[in-house]
């Protein structure tokens, strides 16, 4: 990449788009099926583990994913990731009971943990500071339309050939996924060959606190994310929609809509004023949502809600390469990628206990959600602007010493 043109859409660059698409349609496809199907293995009192089990080994990654992003390289981290996922989708058919489906939903959660990481730090190889926002967003923008069109291809195989159909389909998408990744070109310069003494982690490489405020961030904010996966498809259910994903539709595409300008923006404006945007944006939205009593009313909250994901991920993964080393830019978003899966496995877990399989308690979990979200809200406004200047500046000295 020639970062003096100021070039970003290159070969390389779509071909990374187009894995990130099937990537995230072959995970996604299955998450509005799984909570039926692990009610069919009697599990129906488990279904916030769905989730809580995937984001809880996507964060215990996260350290060897960032470890080994900056050794032995994005791609090979991007093509384990990927193969995670055709191996488990080929397993899922194979379970029978709650506990073996809880297990493999664990391991799963790898595909997550490894793939976004080594995809963020190849980006950032490839593209100009001054255009990192606005290549994040479209990236981005390709995972997202892996997530809307994932759930709708999952549930028509599922209804037309069976949801062993669609776990094949499955697995299909991340084959391809992986095929792509291995034609592409490595961006690490100076990798090293897999060691297994790479995967001993030493306790400064699980998180690095230059990143700290992003990584707060991400946390606050994606509470609300793992609630929306969990509790949304039996709120639809309750407010009469029939197409339990309808909502998902819904934020995806204003999620798709801001994400270009949203990234520009960051760009050119800087990423907490637009964070401050996205925070009070999500915290709106999940007011709305405690608020429906219509299906009109929910997805209306999804668009705005959409609306704040898309302007708060491309800023915050950008941020978070702005405050990272370099040389340690897979344990920067490592750790990024930590507080995410934190903040969406905890999300998911305390919202469906809080919810407790009763409809009365959905304005609960919601308010809740809002309260949480302000509280980044509130950080970014009011705590982070004297951490920041000392964050800078102890960034600027350890840069100097490199």
């Known amino acids: 990449m020639d970062h003096s043109s100021g070039k970003i859409y290159t070969v390389q660059f779509w071909l990374l788009c187009s894995s990130n698409l099937l990537f995230s349609a072959s995970f996604n496809m299955m998450i509005p099926e799984l909570p039926a199907y692990l009610t069919s293995l009697g599990g129906e009192d488990y279904k916030g583990y769905i989730i809580g089990l ?193 909502f998902f539709t819904f934020f995806t595409a204003s999620s798709i809509g801001i994400r270009l300008l949203a990234g520009k923006a960051s760009d050119r404006y800087g990423r907490v004023p637009m964070l401050k945007i996205s925070t009070s944006l999500m915290a709106v939205s999940m007011v709305m949502i405690a608020l429906a009593h219509t299906p009109a009313v929910l997805l209306a909250g999804a668009l705005v809600y959409g609306v704040s994901l898309g302007i708060n991920a491309p800023a915050v993964t950008a941020w978070t390469i702005d405050l990272g080393l370099p040389e340690h830019r897979g344990r920067a978003l490592g750790s990024m990628y930590i507080a995410l899966e934190a903040g969406i496995g905890l999300g998911a877990f305390f919202s469906a206990e809080w919810y407790g399989n009763k409809p009365e308690h959905f304005a609960l979990v919601f308010y809740i959600m809002a309260a949480i979200t302000m509280l980044a809200t509130v950080y970014l406004f009011f705590v982070y602007r004297n951490k920041y200047m000392r964050l800078m500046r102890r960034s600027i000295r350890v840069r100097s010493r490199h």
Request: hydrophobic fraction near 50%; aromatic fraction near 12%; charge should be positive.
């Open 54 to 246: 995937f984001t809880l080994m996507a964060g215990l990654s996260r350290p060897f994913s960032g470890k080994l992003t900056d050794t032995i390289g994005r791609v090979p981290v991007m093509v384990f990731g990927s193969l995670v996922c055709v191996v488990c989708s080929l397993l899922y058919p194979l379970v029978s009971s709650v506990g073996a489906f809880l297990l493999l939903r664990f391991f799963h959660g790898f595909s997550t943990g490894f793939k976004p990481t080594g995809t963020s730090a190849y980006v950032a190889d490839l593209v100009p500071f001054n255009r990192r926002a606005e290549a994040m967003g479209m990236v981005g923008l390709f995972s997202t339309i892996g997530l809307s069109l994932g759930p709708s291809i999952g549930g028509s195989i599922a209804n037309l050939w069976g949801i062993m159909t669609m776990f094949q389909v499955s697995a299909v998408f991340a084959l391809l996924s992986v095929v792509i990744l291995i034609g592409m070109k490595e961006t690490l310069h100076g990798k090293q060959s897999f060691s297994p003494r790479l995967l001993k982690i030493s306790r400064h490489e699980i998180f690095e606190p230059l990143v700290l405020a992003p990584a707060i961030i991400t946390f606050l904010t994606y509470f609300s994310y793992g609630a929306l996966l969990t509790i949304i498809p039996d709120f639809s259910a309750h407010l009469g929609l029939a197409n339990k994903g309808l």
